[in-house]
């Protein structure tokens, strides 16, 4: 079972940034360098949409709204993912989740994941 936790969110104001973070806790007994890793996000009364993941070579993929804001890598040397989100809008407060799984590609649809964190809230006011 692999164990992901988010850290990282906040609130800011519109134009701020920020960076969240998702580790692999080495006791759960499994290293996150060859698994496919994504953002997802939540907002009230929406559906959870994919934000972003990153395959093992560390290709990313981006949903359009995000596309040249926000930026995923990865650390597979201590196991975390990381999501700097910058030039945040209100439309981008939810709660973030990360999500895993063991596959060479990433998409970004929910149901493909396995793994996922308990998630991170992001506020951003206007």
């Known amino acids: 079972q692999v164990q992901l936790v988010e850290s990282g969110g906040g609130s800011v104001q519109a134009g701020g940034s920020l960076s969240l973070s998702c580790a692999a806790p080495k006791a759960s007994g499994y290293t996150l360098g060859t698994y496919c890793m994504a953002w997802f996000r939540q907002a009230p009364g929406k559906q959870r949409e994919g934000v972003s993941s990153?395959?093992?070579?560390?290709?990313?993929i981006y949903t359009g709204s995000v596309k040249g804001r926000f930026t995923i890598s990865r650390d597979n040397a201590n196991d975390t993912l990381y999501l700097r989100m910058n030039s945040l809008k209100p439309d981008d407060a939810g709660t973030y989740y990360c999500?895993?799984?063991?596959?060479?590609?990433?998409?970004?649809?929910?149901?493909?994941?396995?793994?996922w964190g308990q998630g991170t809230q992001v506020t951003v006011s206007s």
């Open positions: 999500a895993a799984r063991s596959s060479v590609t990433c998409p970004l649809f929910e149901s493909f994941y396995t793994y």
């Open positions: 990153l395959d093992r070579n560390g290709r990313p």
